[in-house]
């Protein structure tokens, strides 16, 4: 199922892994293949969301269950979601909760980079969601094959060996080999959006233009994924520690590397969804002749431009 | 109607400048608001499709008593769309024809830039089309307010004023001032892709997620645009008069730069119609380990790579 060697070399199998399983079907094809690939090395990372009442301890039964079998590690963690979701959506809460537990286990077991069962669907569902939303083009590549983000301070790599897959082979596989997976709790935190976008629009689309529409899609979103590599070189490497940007050289910029410059100075300093809007609210700042030179940023928070630099204050 | 004050100062009203007129209600539009905004040094280009019968003399005859009623100059040409249309859509061939024209006006009154009356639905529906096609994110962005293209030896430059207004605001203008116009010749050269996704995507999106779906596409378009232009200040500004590209340099810039690079070679060579895939097998050749060293174009041309370099052949 796992057919890219370029992957293979990166991430040799010898070598120890986190992997996020959630015990739903995707992430058990890909615990099964990483494994059958000779990864036996892993270390599986289970979530424990609260969603699914009697259910949420059953699924963690069950993936331990299948550490042992596989004879493999296993890090488990419980969140109340549902609590966490008061001030985002239960699929941002449920993602920031994984990722907080993820970059939790990374720094215990000292293995920065984790296995993720994201798939072709994903890929072109999540496009699709930041199309409609508008969120401009950092926002559209969404998911890339290997990636890092900053959590908590840990540089997690995130690897993602499924994105060139569809589900409907991760079906076929599971089918011909017969592996028992659980309902997806993921799968019921679905926000609305990417609901309508997998039951209907998607649907729709290939009704009305032909099979092939998901795998142009996925194609134009893997090539600009390339391109965030691109835009990536050349932006600083780490932006942690600037609590100050000098306006002056950021006004130089062009459009597009000043958009994901001060993108990621948000991002390193833990602001939470960072929309387009925001990043231009930030942006109107390095206009010196602007009069407004404050911005509200979540949590109290804000960005105020002051003696030629911006930076973000409590 | 235009709002675009920058695009104002960047094109004075006093300079002399072509528009592009079919007589339809988008042309018939931009003509009028910028007669209004004081653009008195126009000359209206209009090229008869031949597509209508007599419908087409009829839509000349009521371009040019425009002309003369807003004492503005006329230039007028006839193409068989169709007969070109041989070796490429309809909505190809039409285009192709009216750049060349265009082209031709250019140098015979020494004026580059041209005014076109594509609005803010049009950019939506290319953006879609280059999307479900597969395009890439060089073909995605599409339409740009201001941009460059080299047709048979001439640069022209041009300028979009309605790329922020949508097809409703301009039939409220038409209506408002009571505006005469034909019916679009170009309406009925729609493209089968065009026309599903003006007449029925567009519409089913805004069904289920909303109105602001239009607005929210087109904004990641402006956006991605502005990338464009970006990217092409990475790129040399004249390439027309290289007949080979060196390998070695190519391979070093990375895939978002090279695959641009290649795709304004091969425009500057006149090979129509370049997509992706024609795009990826000439980058293919770059891999001095393939044995494959040439790749076909259209019209029985080809590139070859010989002794670190890239050429196009007949």
Redesign the interface.
């Known amino acids: 199922m796992i057919k890219s060697k370029a992957l293979f070399r990166a991430f040799p199998p010898k070598d120890p892994y986190l992997i996020g399983v959630s015990g739903g079907r995707d992430s058990i094809a890909l615990l099964h293949s990483l494994v059958d690939l000779g990864y036996k090395n892993l270390i599986i990372c289970h979530l424990d969301h609260q969603m699914r009442g009697r259910s949420s301890a059953t699924d963690a039964r069950f993936v331990e269950k299948l550490a042992a079998r596989y004879n493999v590690d296993f890090a488990i963690e419980s969140a109340n979601v549902r609590a966490l979701a008061k001030k985002m959506s239960i699929e941002t809460a449920a993602r920031e909760a994984r990722y907080s537990f993820f970059a939790k286990v990374a720094k215990r077991r000292k293995c920065r980079t984790i296995f993720i069962a994201h798939h072709a669907d994903d890929l072109v569902e999540t496009f699709l969601i930041?199309?409609?939303?508008?969120?401009?083009?950092t926002g559209?590549s969404g998911m890339r094959e290997v990636t890092t983000r900053r959590v908590n301070d840990v540089d997690l790599t995130i690897v993602r060996p499924l994105l060139g897959v569809w589900r409907s082979d991760i079906d076929k596989y599971v089918r011909k080999r017969r592996l028992k997976f659980r309902e997806d709790a993921s799968n019921k935190n679905l926000a609305p959006?990417r609901n309508?976008i997998r039951r209907?629009?998607i649907p729709?689309?290939e009704k009305?233009?032909g099979r092939n529409?998901r795998?142009?899609?996925?194609?134009?979103a893997t090539?600009?994924s390339?391109?965030e590599?691109?835009f990536e070189?050349l932006l600083p490497e780490k932006l942690s520690n600037l609590t100050a940007l000098a306006v002056e050289p950021l006004r130089k910029m062009?459009?597009?590397?000043q958009?994901r410059m001060l993108h990621k100075w948000l991002r390193a300093a833990d602001v939470a969804d960072i929309g387009?809007d925001l990043v231009e609210r930030v942006r109107a700042l390095l206009d010196v002749t602007n009069r407004v030179a404050k911005t509200n940023l979540p949590q109290d928070r804000h960005v105020r431009r002051r003696a030629g630099q911006i930076f973000i204050e409590l």
Chains 1, 2 share one sequence.
Not at 215 to 220: A, E, G, M, S
């Open positions: 930041n199309l409609f939303r508008g969120a401009g083009s559209l959006l309508r209907r629009i729709y689309l009305t233009l529409i795998q142009n899609i996925w194609r134009t090539i600009m390339e391109e590599n691109f070189t062009s459009l597009a590397v958009r387009f």
